[in-house]
């Protein structure tokens, strides 16, 4: 433990407070560990994934003459034009494809449904006044590896045929379009999802051709889990909180052992450090000086040895601190006044104080401390009245 008087003095006003708070830090030090250890910090990630469904409507037509250009037999496939006489009659192939592009795979679980419609539409002035509309496709086909396929085939010149007849019905009072129009409803586990598309179908004399592609497409992102981590929580701060218990519980022990402590003889041990510098050990003979004085502390003896330059003397036997100052004595003095403190403190309870007085005493023994001051001075003494004026 550190010899430290002003710990002790600290200690001595404050000790029992000081060992209350050591333990309750020490205490909840170890109770903040128990519960970081138990309860480990968790984390909650979502994983994601990302969806794409794409529909597209591919044509092709079949070459049923030989030509230039063409022989008999050959398809076309997604041509910009077709020649009407070449071949006559357009196919429509619907096609859905479901993809999960995250892990770049088909999606097999999901449903399809298709529908394509060829709509004869009069309009004039930009609006539609009348319109017919025949169903090409209606059908719900089976996903195969991510994929969903219809197919239909349409007669263009019957086509470019009823166009005609209703443009002759009209007389010139409006124009009359063909239009295409294709809806893909899917629903898979991310969701579902409706796509349409429609483009005009332009017929002539000798040729037809679609005005824009029906091509559809949606992405979507879905949640396909959750996951949960569980960590311990930072092994720094737990070994940290265990040490801060150990030191104060530690601490706590050391000063209650330490305790308790007389606070008036820590506080003269502070200034016994303090005023070391004037302060000398030596004995005081009792005799000594016409006049004591008694002043309360040791700071008071001491400020005395300043204004009159001389030395603290301290005797540990009698436990006194003195300045003498011309035939005056300036003490200080735990025990209490000057004739107090002839005596020096005896422990009773020592057993080497007893002497057994059954036991003999040899002559060696009995010779007392000192009697060099009894035996005969060099030069002697005239008489009794000689010896009472020396003492």
Known sequence: MIDNPRLDLVL????????????????????????????????TSHQYADERVSSDVDTSAVVVRNGTLWNEGDRLENSGVYILNASPELTLRPETRLTNATAEAPVDDGTVSHELTLRFEATREGTAFWNETKTLVDESPAVENGVARSETTIDVESVRDRQREIERELSGVGAVDVRLEFRAAYETGAGRGVQEASTTLEITDDAYWMADSLSASDERRYRTGTTVTTESRNL??????????????AAAVSLARRSPVDEA????????????????????????????????????????????????????????????????????????????????????DDGSAVVDADAPLNPEELELEGSDEFSDPDDGFDDDADVWRKL
Do not use: C
Request: glycine content about 10%; proline content about 2%.
């Open 265 to 348: 003889a820590a506080r003269r041990a502070v200034h016994e450090r303090r005023y070391a510098e004037w302060i000398s050990r030596g004995s005081i003979p009792m005799w000594i000086g016409d006049y004591h004085v008694s002043l309360d502390t040791l700071e008071d003896v001491v400020d005395v040895a300043i204004d009159t330059n001389e030395r603290v003397v301290h005797d540990t036997q009698r436990g006194l601190f003195a300045v003498v100052n011309d035939g005056v004595v300036y003490y200080y003095s735990d025990r209490g006044l000057w004739e107090e403190t002839a005596w020096p403190e005896m422990d009773l």
């Open 236 to 249: 720094g701060l737990i070994a940290g909180l265990s040490l801060l218990g150990t030191l104060s519980l």
């Open 12 to 43: 001595a006003k404050y000790g029992r407070s000081i060992v209350v708070v050591l333990v309750g830090i020490g205490i909840l030090a170890f109770l903040a560990s128990g519960w970081v250890v138990a309860t480990p910090s968790t984390s």
